[in-house]
């Protein structure tokens, strides 16, 4: 995986995550939402081991970024949790909006049991954020976008745009609508929009991961949980 600019950082190139990186990722988010539901329902949980590179493990336990975990039945939203900033190393922030988002999304029951094997997991890796002016500065199916008014915030990521077919401008509105703002208060001077470009994939999307498959980690511990989950955003 490629380092990814500082956020203030004048370094525009994104970085790529090579497929096993991805696999890797997308075993992490399963094993950790399999796990969590398994204890929520006071189940021992089924876990099947995979091999995976030791180099790949620390490569995601030392790299930290934003990013969002979204769960999806026959393609409806089930849950979907993450960070706008770099608060973990990839690997655990991966872990933790996972287990967020199978049992605490607001919008949704917790995630069951016999819902596992039908869950499609997707995540979306964060570039840093950038303040823009308006929609003249979104392009579609690059940019998610965050709007920011005092202490109302709202978050669209990159592929809700193209999925729902927005234009910049439906975007932008969607985006303040999501923060419980009026459709059109990106306009106001007291708010701010940010836009940022992300990585994503999923268990569609690659094909060589096993549905059932899970990782087993030896001593991933995961760091700074109290303040993550402070900063939890729903999608």
């Known amino acids: ?24 990722l997308l075993g992490l988010a399963r094993d950790a939402i399999v796990e969590a539901v398994a204890r929520a329902s006071a189940k021992p ?6 091999s995976v590179n030791a180099e790949i ?10 990013v969002f975990v979204s769960l999806h039945i026959n393609d409806a939203l ?16 991966v872990q933790d909006t996972a287990k967020a988002a199978a049992l605490r999304d607001p919008r949704f029951d917790p995630v069951r049991e016999d819902e596992l094997q039908d869950i ?4 979306s890796v ?11 500065d979104i392009s579609i199916g690059r940019d998610g976008l965050m709007i920011r008014c005092g202490k109302q915030q709202g978050v669209l990521l990159p ?6 077919e927005f234009e910049a401008i439906s975007f932008i509105e969607h985006t303040c609508l999501k923060a419980g703002l009026p459709k059109d208060a990106w306009k106001l001077p007291e708010c701010e929009v940010f836009r940022f470009k992300a990585e994503v994939f999923g268990e569609k999307s690659i094909k060589s991961l096993p549905r059932s498959a899970s990782l087993n980690l030896r001593g991933g511990a995961e760091s700074n949980t109290s303040h993550a989950k402070a900063s939890e955003t729903k999608e």
């Open 126 to 136: 964060l570039l840093p954020l950038e303040l823009i002016s308006g929609p003249d």
């Open 1 to 24: 995986m490629q380092h990814q600019p500082s956020p203030g950082s004048d370094a525009v190139s994104p970085f790529s995550l090579t497929d096993e990186e991805k696999r890797c």
């Open 78 to 93: 089930r849950g979907c949790i993450g960070y706008l900033d770099a608060l973990q190393p990839l690997r655990a922030a």
């Open 159 to 164: 592929q809700v745009a193209v999925r729902a």
């Open 45 to 50: 949980s089924e876990v099947n081991a995979q």
């Open 120 to 123: 499609d997991i997707e995540i």
């Open 57 to 66: 493990l620390a490569t995601l336990a030392e790299i930290s970024a934003g």
